[in-house]
């Protein structure tokens, strides 16, 4: 019997993958057979594959219907939290096509929903638009209990210096190309020194260990070398640096989060764990405040040391480090992402994609065995990281990269209370 074919196009590696694995799983228990494609493998996928459905999670490669018309093309917002220059409504008004070539659009949050409705006139058919929460909160809310209370005497760095660390190793002076970009570069170099500055002093005055975690657009490989540059030989033995896939399982053993404002802050926020916000430390404070409006928000409801002093005081105090319920954050999370405790993004997406495809029976088209598509795209790997070894930073490789076993748990959590709900229901 035919099962239906749907390319889901996961776009950065250490960002997307783990949410994309769970919806992946779920499809497949649902009958499809599913492949996670990336910026490598995306185009020749689609092409030789012939897929009955194509995920995407940026606007733009909604144009992919051109090239596999066949295809039903959905948009699963890989972002839900967006300035007024940037949001999906603005897009999809200033370029019509990207809204025309998508055949169901999945959004994070009733919020963007109704921004819709209210900037795009009635050329845009606005029931293609659905609304399934932020699958990377399924990583959160459905995590096992036992990875949740892994907690160990560690403080948890998160990186966010991409124009100065790129995937690629491509160069920081290549982005120097407007005075915004500048700007940015500026800020993500006091970031930088701050968190060093930061972990020197914890290093030398706790007993606690310091883990990184590098922006799912900066390269890993650089901080071997330049940890070794940055601290103490007898500290060394204290540093990791956190390569995973799954980032709420590194949040869940921290015993704080010390980073710029980041949207991981609301990840950390669900399970517990403290944030304390750096940009104070670091004087980029008032940058972050005004790059969207959610960011001024993060910061309030964070922990905010002035000095890194002040920041140690902190960490020896195990009263100062709790978290606090934030009535805005609340919001937020309602408005943006998690439309009931117990509801699975992932679930919502994979019902909503089967609802999109479930009246064509799986098109009998004339199309490369998955066995021979993978092979390709194991050879497509191993060519790329010959040329550049920081290949596989972005690119996501099946069999390479690890998924870790408890994905199956989460699934099954996921699966589990959507019984439980339809039970009560």
């Known amino acids: 019997m035919s099962r239906y074919r749907i390319v889901i196009r996961a776009f950065t590696c250490r960002r997307d993958i783990a949410p994309m694995e769970i919806l992946k799983r779920l499809l497949e228990k649902r009958g499809c057979q599913v492949i996670l494609a990336n910026t490598r493998n995306f185009d020749f996928t689609v092409k030789y594959w012939k897929p009955d459905a194509i995920v995407v999670n940026t606007l733009g490669d909604t144009m992919i219907k051109r090239k596999s018309p066949q295809s039903k093309t959905i948009f699963l917002s890989g972002e839900g939290f967006h300035g007024p220059n940037d949001s999906h409504a603005k897009i999809w008004k200033e370029r019509k096509e990207f809204f025309d070539n998508m055949d169901m659009g999945l959004l994070w949050g009733e919020k963007v929903k109704q921004e819709c409705k209210e900037t795009l006139d009635e050329s845009y058919d606005i029931t293609k638009l659905h609304v399934v929460g932020n699958p990377k909160m399924d990583l959160v809310k459905f995590l096992p209990n036992y990875l949740k209370d892994a907690k160990i005497e560690s403080v948890g760095f998160i990186g966010r210096f991409l124009k100065l660390n790129d995937h690629l190793g491509r160069p920081a002076i290549r982005n120097l ?12 170099c006091k970031s930088a020194y701050a968190m060093i500055a930061s972990a020197r002093k914890i290093l030398e005055e706790t007993n606690l260990r310091i883990s990184i975690r590098p922006h799912p657009h900066e390269q890993i490989e650089s901080y071997e070398d330049c940890i070794s540059a940055w601290f103490k030989k007898e500290h060394l033995d204290r540093i990791d640096v956190d390569t995973s896939l799954f980032l709420p399982t590194w949040l869940a053993r921290q015993k704080a989060i010390l980073s710029p404002t980041s949207t991981s ?30 960011t001024k928000e993060w910061q309030h409801a964070a922990i905010k040391p002035r000095t890194v002093e002040e920041l140690i005081s902190i960490l020896k105090d195990e009263e100062s480090i709790d978290v606090q319920k934030d009535e805005t954050i609340e919001r937020q999370l309602r408005d943006f992402g998690i439309p009931g405790a117990t509801s699975s993004a992932c679930l919502n997406a994979a019902k909503c994609i089967l609802s999109c495809i479930k009246n064509d029976p799986p098109k009998r088209r004339t199309h490369a065995p998955f066995p021979l598509v993978d092979l390709w795209d194991e050879i497509s790997f191993r060519r790329n990281q010959r040329w550049n070894k920081l290949h596989q930073n972005f690119c996501y490789r099946r069999g390479y990269h690890v998924i870790p076993n408890y994905v199956n748990e989460i699934v099954n959590n996921i699966e589990e209370a959507a019984n439980i ?3 009560e229901t």
């Open 177 to 188: 190309f407007s005075e915004f970009h500048l700007q940015e570069a500026l800020v993500q």
């Open 265 to 294: 802050f609301l990840e950390a926020y669900v399970l517990g764990v403290p944030v304390i916000n750096l940009d104070f430390i670091s004087g980029i404070e008032e940058f972050n405040q005004d790059y969207i409006s959610f």
């Open 421 to 423: 709900r339809q039970k």
